[in-house]
């Protein structure tokens, strides 16, 4: 029987796919790992990508297989007995199914992309959070220097023998209070 044939023929084209597609879930999920570990590789992005291209070639494979199952089940040319092409059914069935496996797992890529994403941004955020913590805390210093820089005539501390001593220790007054206070606003 020629249907036969073609059919463990079409059958044995997809045997090994749902192995191959758990595996392919298997390290997808592994990846998400390291992005959410250390989401500043770059290699991550590519990788990704890679995965995106290698899930819409299999997906079109497979909906060229679908295509060619229906057309063996409907069997419009009557090339094969009707009570013999019943396998080309259950051939279509599991290839839809396989489809749809690889339908959920481009959404999944879909979200590593996404994770990654969020990762970085939480990551730059938390850099520029230090810089705007740095830059709070060096500011008042800046302002006391620009003041004390000016060397206006009229001012005590200069002709004061502690006024230097003064002014760094109101300096680093000022620099403890404002790691104190960022402290308690959970900014350090």
């Known amino acids: ?49 890679s995965i995106k291209k290698e899930l819409m070639y299999i997906w ?11 057309i063996l089940r409907d069997n419009e040319s009557e090339m094969f007995p009707p009570e013999n092409i019943r396998g080309f059914d259950a051939f279509t069935k599991r290839v839809i ?9 481009k959404e999944y890529a879909v979200q590593l992309q996404e994770t990654q994403d969020a ?6 955020n938390n850099i520029m959070k230090i810089f705007t913590v740095v830059t709070a805390v060096f500011l008042p210093l800046s302002l006391i220097v620009g003041w004390y820089g000016m060397n206006f005539t009229n001012m005590p501390e200069l002709s004061w023998k502690y006024g230097y001593p003064a002014v760094v220790l109101f300096s680093v007054a000022v620099v403890i209070v404002c790691m104190v206070l960022f402290k308690k606003k959970k900014l350090l």
């Open 97 to 105: 199914r396989l489809s749809d496996n690889i339908k959920q797992l």
């Open 119 to 124: 990762m970085l941004s939480y990551n730059l």
């Open 1 to 49: 029987y020629p249907e036969r044939f073609l059919y463990h023929f079409l059958d044995k084209l997809i045997s090994e796919d749902r192995k191959f597609l758990e595996n392919m879930e298997h390290n997808m999920s592994l990846l998400e790992d390291d992005i959410l570990n250390d989401a500043l590789n770059n290699s991550y992005v590519n990788e990704i990508l």
């Open 60 to 70: 079109n494979y497979y909906d060229q297989l679908v295509d060619m199952g229906e």
